[in-house]
């Protein structure tokens, strides 16, 4: 089956730790994106990637970095300049940017303490 | 700039109840316009979408129909059911690449028996 795993589901880090946010897609998309929820909130765009070693900041990128390595993978780092990391994180990818339905996996909930 | 605003809930309607949760837009150009549902915990799924002006996005019983004179993209169901309990999300991606996503900030439903 073809899909979007982020792995963990559930996330536990101390304040001041550097965590590393997994996002797999085997769906042969282009782009790819990572999003933080809050509660009652929409979805805030943090990054996103149209291609394999090229990404753009979105809205909120302060405090996150990302790598695009290879097609398939694109980790969100959560650093400790990020003053409030607790939040859903969601991944998505699409054929290409653009007007492309994205396809979204399932979150990872990360709680900083 | 490119948005989407959606009526805010929460929103509680009695099992097999109409339903509309409205959204409109405000975007340059002729933008593709989504509808995403997210259960608890999960992440989100593409309900519907359509891409150009008097198009008719339908899936699952729900439906909504691209206005561009009155720059909508309600949703309607005509009978809900308690499996619809979620919270739906209003998206848009404006027209050419390499653009990003716009999401409404969600509107949670609850369907009682």
């Known amino acids: 089956d073809g899909g979007i795993t982020q792995s963990p589901k559930y996330l536990f880090r101390k304040e001041g730790q550097n965590v590393t946010l997994s996002c797999e897609q085997n769906?042969?998309?282009?782009?790819m994106y990572w999003y933080r929820q809050d509660p009652g909130q929409g979805l805030r765009l943090i990054y996103y990637?149209?291609?394999?070693?090229?990404?753009q900041k979105g809205d909120i990128a302060e405090g996150y970095s990302v790598s695009r390595e290879k097609k398939e993978s694109f980790p969100l780092t959560v650093t400790s300049a990020q003053k409030n990391p607790t939040a859903f994180y969601l991944c998505?990818?699409?054929?290409?940017?653009?007007?492309?339905?994205?396809?979204f996996g399932p979150g990872t909930r990360l709680t900083v303490t | 700039g490119d948005s989407v605003t959606q009526m805010e809930g929460p929103v509680t309607l009695s099992e097999e109840a109409f339903l509309t949760i409205n959204c409109t837009y405000t975007?340059?150009?002729?933008?593709?316009l989504f509808w995403y549902v997210q259960y608890p915990g999960e992440g989100l799924q593409l309900l519907l979408k359509?891409?150009?002006?008097?198009d008719k996005g339908s899936n699952k019983g729900f439906e909504a129909t691209y206005r561009k004179e009155t720059t909508s993209f309600h949703l309607e169901k005509g009978s809900v059911q308690v499996s619809d309990s979620a919270v739906y999300f209003c998206?848009?991606?404006?027209?050419?690449?390499?653009?990003?996503?716009?999401f409404g900030t969600g509107t949670s439903l609850t369907v009682i028996p």
């Open positions: 990637s149209q291609i394999v070693n090229d990404f």
């Open positions: 769906l042969n998309h282009d782009a």
């Open positions: 998206a848009l991606s404006p027209s050419g690449a390499g653009n990003q996503f716009y």
């Open positions: 359509a891409t150009k002006a008097d």
């Open positions: 975007a340059t150009g002729y933008p593709s």
């Open positions: 998505a990818s699409s054929i290409a940017s653009g007007a492309y339905e994205q396809y």
